[in-house]
C-alpha cells in the first residue's frame, strides 16, 4: 500500500501518492537525458500509463560538489514542486512521486505522440505548412502565458520538450532550468508545510551519506519552495526597471547561464540579467524550425552560434508572410523592443483565433493524432530501473558521452539529452490536408 502525502502547490494543498516499484509496473525506456532516465510505467491500481522521469541521488550528489551539495537538490525539487502547482490542458500533472535509497523520480502524463521534433522529420519535407505551425505555435503561446502568469520563466523551449498528447494537443515538459520570478499579476504563492518522515538508523559507516541525501531531498521537496527561496549562485537575482510591455513588468531578473545553445536568447549570452521574454525568443528560434526545417543561427561551434546569435539577422528567405513578420519580431535581439505577450496574441499571423484563444486547447482535429498504444511486448520482461540509471550515469560518463546537444548550465557544461529513436508505427496527417481557424 502506497503512502499519501500532502503536498502543497499554491494555497491549495494536494495529495499526490508516494510511489514504489511494487505499485509500478516498469513497460519500457522512453529516453534519456543529462540527469536521468524516463520510463513508460503502469500505475497497477489505476490502470493509468505514466512516464516516470528518474534521477539518480549519487548522479545529483556528484555534479553539486562544485556548487554546493543542496543546489541540485534545489534544482530537481524545484521541478516537482513546479509540477504541482499546474491545473493547464497543455502542461503536465504530477501522479505522484518516487524516492528510493538510490533514485528519486517523478510520474507525468504520457504523451504517445512522442515530440515536435520526431514529428518534424517524419514531414515529407521535414517543414510543416503555415497552418499546422499556427496550431501548435498558439498551444505554445497559452502555455506560456500560463506559466508566466505563475511567475515561471521556462528557459528551456525546444521541439523535444514539446510533446504530443494522445489527443493531439502539444504538452510542455522538463522545467529543470525554469526558474521562478516576479509575475506581472500576483499569484498565489506555495505555503511551506513541515513533514517529518522517520526512517530507521543505520548501523553501516557508509550510510551516513545517504541520510544526509534523503534528509536534503525530503526537506526541499517537501517545503514547498523553490530555488529562487535561498541564495543560490545560479539563481540570483537583481532589480529590473519596468517598462510599458505586458510581460515585461516583473520586479526581478535571473542572471543564470542556462538554456539549450541553439535556442538561448542574447541576453543570457551577454549575462546582463534575463526575464520572461527569453521564451518569446525561443519561441522565435522554435516556429523558424518548424517553417524551414533548421534553426536560424546555428554555427559550426558553441562559440560561432553564440555570435551569430548576438549579431546576425534570421535569414528569413521566401515571400512577405505574417509568420515570418511574427518570427522576426520574436527573434528581436533587445528583449525591450522584443514582441511581448499581448502583441502576439494580437499578431496578423493569429487573425483567425482573436477572441477564440480559449477554445484553442479544445480544438477537436489536431493535425495530428497518435495511434493508440498498448504496453508492447516489452512490458514482459522484468526492468531493474536502479540497474538501467547504474548503467548509464555510474561512472559519471553520462555528461561526457552527451556534450553534442550543447545543453549548458551555469558553469557551462556541456550535456546532451538523447532520446531514443524508437520505431515509427504513427502517421503523421499530411499538413496540406490540415486547416486552423
Same mark, same amino acid.
Given at each position: ?33 543529462? *540527469?536521468?532516465?524516463?520510463? =513508460? ?42 509540477? !504541482? ?28 505522440? !512522442? ?89 553501516? *559507516? ?73 521564451? /518569446? /525568443? ?27 546569435? =548576438? ?51 479544445? =480544438?477537436? !482535429? ?40 550543447? *545543453? ?10 538523447? /532520446? ?18
Amino acid at each position: 500500500m502506497d503512502q499519501e502525502e500532502r503536498q502543497r502547490g499554491g494555497d491549495d494543498a494536494v495529495s499526490v501518492p508516494r510511489f514504489n516499484f511494487q505499485r509500478l509496473k516498469v513497460i519500457s525506456p522512453l529516453g534519456r537525458g543529462a *540527469k536521468g532516465v524516463v520510463f =513508460l510505467v503502469k500505475d497497477q491500481e489505476t490502470e493509468e500509463l505514466m512516464a516516470l522521469k528518474v534521477i539518480s541521488k549519487d548522479l545529483i550528489h556528484r555534479k553539486g560538489k562544485d556548487g554546493g551539495d543542496g543546489d541540485e537538490y534545489r534544482r530537481v525539487c524545484f521541478e516537482q514542486q513546479v509540477l !504541482r502547482r499546474f491545473d493547464h490542458p497543455l502542461l503536465p500533472k504530477l501522479h505522484g512521486v518516487l524516492d528510493t535509497e538510490k533514485l528519486v523520480g517523478y510520474a507525468i502524463n504520457y504523451c504517445p505522440g !512522442r515530440d515536435l521534433n520526431s514529428l518534424r522529420k517524419r514531414q515529407t519535407e521535414r517543414m510543416f505548412s503555415d497552418d499546422v505551425i499556427r496550431f501548435y505555435a498558439a498551444e505554445l503561446v497559452l502555455a506560456l502565458e500560463y506559466l508566466h502568469g505563475l511567475g515561471v520563466v521556462y528557459r528551456d523551449l525546444k521541439p523535444e520538450n514539446v510533446m504530443i498528447q494522445e489527443n493531439g494537443h502539444i504538452m510542455l515538459v522538463d522545467f529543470d532550468l525554469s526558474t521562478k520570478l516576479s509575475p506581472s499579476v500576483k499569484t498565489p504563492q506555495p505555503a511551506p508545510r513541515s513533514n517529518s518522515v522517520s526512517k530507521s538508523a543505520s548501523v553501516h *559507516k557508509n550510510n551516513k551519506t545517504k541520510k544526509k541525501r534523503s534528509s536534503l531531498f525530503h526537506s526541499f521537496c517537501n517545503s514547498g519552495i523553490s530555488p529562487d527561496d535561498f541564495n543560490a549562485p545560479a539563481e540570483t537575482e537583481t532589480s529590473a526597471k519596468p517598462d510599458n510591455r505586458t510581460d515585461s513588468d516583473t520586479s526581478g531578473k535571473s542572471n543564470s547561464f542556462v538554456g539549450t545553445e541553439e535556442y538561448v536568447a542574447p541576453e543570457i549570452i551577454t549575462a546582463k540579467g534575463h526575464g520572461f521574454e527569453v521564451d /518569446w /525568443w525561443s519561441l522565435g528560434v522554435l516556429l523558424y524550425e518548424m517553417l524551414y526545417g533548421t534553426t536560424p543561427f546555428r554555427g559550426s561551434n558553441r562559440k560561432e552560434t553564440f555570435y551569430r546569435i =548576438l549579431t546576425k539577422a534570421p535569414e528569413l528567405t521566401g515571400e512577405a508572410t505574417p509568420l515570418r513578420d511574427l518570427i522576426k519580431n520574436l527573434l528581436e535581439k533587445d528583449p525591450k523592443q522584443r514582441i511581448g505577450l499581448d502583441e502576439i496574441k494580437g499578431h496578423e499571423f493569429f487573425r483567425g483565433i482573436r477572441g477564440r484563444w480559449d477554445s484553442v486547447a479544445q =480544438l477537436p !482535429r489536431p493535425p495530428y493524432i497518435p495511434e493508440e498504444v498498448g504496453e508492447g511486448t516489452d512490458g514482459n520482461k522484468k526492468i531493474d530501473v536502479e540497474s538501467v540509471v547504474e548503467g548509464i550515469f555510474g561512472n559519471g560518463g553520462g555528461e561526457e558521452e552527451n556534450k553534442n546537444n550543447h *545543453k549548458y548550465e551555469q558553469e557551462e557544461n556541456v550535456n546532451k539529452r538523447v /532520446w531514443k529513436e524508437e520505431p515509427n508505427h504513427h502517421h503523421p496527417t499530411q499538413p496540406d490536408a490540415f486547416s486552423v481557424f
